[in-house]
């Protein structure tokens, strides 16, 4: 990764890695509605070079420090939990900017820009999102009965025995809008959420929320000190108020209800790796003679 590193900053680029797997969905998605648009391919040839990591695989790769690993040991060690994950570097080797999951041809198209122009040295990617990606929503954040009402204390939420689920969203954001209007609703998924203490966090209010820990600061401060730079995430904690896991950009409902079921179940425990606990799970429902539909 060091010559690759230093070859992409000679031709005025940088290096992004791409952790994909066989048969993943959202990949394909990626594949086929972001990079298929020849606007969007040619944005990504013009500001990178990409290697491409398969999740599993076992081709050699020498990280920025000279050591030698498989792709799946050096992907572990990014703790790349998610297919497609992206990992742009800075000419130093470092990530300028990291995509866990999917997201839409018009938010890629933003991190394209924000990272190959270099912006992470002047502004957070969450300010340039928002005035640079904005796009056709309901424009209110969704209310629901199971929600925790503000003024939010989770502190003291998480000392009811549930994990604490935070659910990071903002008004203008239509894939938020589709997982309360179709994700949310569907049975296996609510059944899911009543395992869990819910809240509803505006990634760009000012409003002050109480943290899992007990410090008491603006939303989107909380928000931009744990790194959560596009909504909606998905951040658990436990009930030690320790993040456990997290979920990022666009989901179908049967990875939502995985991840749910991840946590709600403790699976994240014993199964670090939450690509293989979503085909267990997958798996098993199959051997029982249901049909598992990925991205219905």
């Not at 040991?73 to 866990?100: C, H, I, W, Y």
């Not at 994700?183 to 959420?193: D, K, N, Q, S, T």
Request: net charge positive.
């Amino acid at each position: 990764l060091r010559d690759d590193v230093k070859e992409a900053t000679r031709a005025g680029r940088r290096l992004m890695l791409y952790f994909y797997q066989d048969g993943c969905p959202y990949c394909l998605k990626l594949l086929q509605a972001n990079f298929g648009q020849k606007a969007i391919a040619d944005k990504t040839r013009q500001h990178f070079d990409v290697i491409a990591i398969n999740l599993w695989g076992d081709r050699e790769v020498t990280d920025m420090a000279g050591k030698a690993a498989p792709e799946k040991a050096f992907a572990k060690s990014l703790r790349v939990q998610f297919t497609p994950t992206l990992l742009m570097l800075d000419e130093k080797g470092e990530v300028a900017l990291r995509l866990n999951g999917y997201i839409p041809p018009h938010r890629f198209v933003a991190a394209l820009d924000f990272a190959g122009q270099r912006l992470e040295k002047t502004q957070s990617f969450t300010d340039y999102l928002a005035a640079n990606a904005r796009e056709p929503a309901s424009g209110k954040l969704h209310s629901e009965p199971w929600l925790l009402r503000p003024p939010l204390k989770l502190a003291a939420a998480r000392k009811g025995g549930k994990p604490l689920l935070v659910l990071f969203e903002q008004k203008e954001c239509a894939t938020c809008d589709e997982l309360h209007g179709e994700a949310f609703p569907r049975p296996e998924v609510a059944a899911l959420l009543k395992r869990f203490q819910v809240a509803q966090i505006d990634m760009a209010s000012r409003e002050t929320v109480q943290t899992p820990s007990g410090e008491t600061l603006p939303a989107r401060d909380w928000a931009r000190r744990i790194g959560v730079f596009y909504t909606p995430s998905l951040v658990f904690f436990d009930a030690g108020g320790r993040e456990v896991f997290r979920v990022e950009g666009y989901l179908r409902p049967f990875h939502l209800a995985s991840s749910l079921d991840y946590v709600a179940s403790g699976a994240y425990r014993s199964q670090p790796e939450f690509q293989r606990f979503i085909e267990a799970r997958a798996a098993a429902r199959r051997e029982k003679g249901e049909q598992v539909e990925l991205m219905r």
